[in-house]
């Protein structure tokens, strides 16, 4: 059997959950054997820590594991809520308001061109208070889930960074 090592493609179903402001853990997401979580081992862009977690399981292992802020996607930076002019936008002289809206997550650049995505926290009359953090900044994680199945990566697969076909990136 195939182990879960660099450059695999690793197939895995689970349940996350977080530590709510109770203590109480609270799911916030499944990846279910219809839809499960594909992606290539050692290129996933996923924490470190959540890898090295995984890391020698063969199909059909389960695992259970948390992940602390420091692990996955740190504190929450009160510093990466920032209020940006309403003008910014607009495409073409015009908002589009149905994009626009309280709780949408929108894809931007800073002034360098790296690109993130921003949650629309508050919208004023003339700014915008968008929040970059990553949705699960500052909480601990908790991971309950199943190897489904692990391959070798291919060769086209490796150059380009990701999965390609069945729960993969389509060209």
Do not use: C
């Not at 059997?1 to 959950?17: A, C, P, W």
């Amino acid at each position: 059997m195939t182990q879960i090592s660099e450059n695999k493609v690793v197939t895995i179903t689970y349940d996350l959950s977080v530590t709510d402001e109770n203590q109480e853990k609270v799911l916030v997401e499944s990846a279910e054997e219809d839809a499960p979580m594909v992606f290539l081992f050692g290129m996933s862009g996923l924490p470190d820590e959540f890898e090295r977690q995984l890391s020698g399981k063969q199909p059909g292992d389960s695992f259970t594991f948390s992940l602390t802020p420091e692990q996955a996607y740190g504190e929450y930076d009160q510093q990466a809520v920032v209020e940006i002019p309403k003008n910014v936008f607009e495409i073409d002289g015009q908002i589009d308001e149905e994009m626009l809206q309280e709780g949408n997550f929108l894809p931007m650049a800073d002034n360098q061109g790296h690109h993130m995505q921003g949650k629309v926290v508050e919208i004023g009359d003339s700014s915008v208070k968008m929040d970059f953090n990553h949705p699960l900044a500052g909480m601990v994680m908790h991971f309950d889930g199943k190897v489904e199945a692990v391959r070798d990566a291919t060769r086209e697969e490796l150059d380009h960074g990701h999965v390609h076909g069945e729960g993969g990136h389509q060209h």
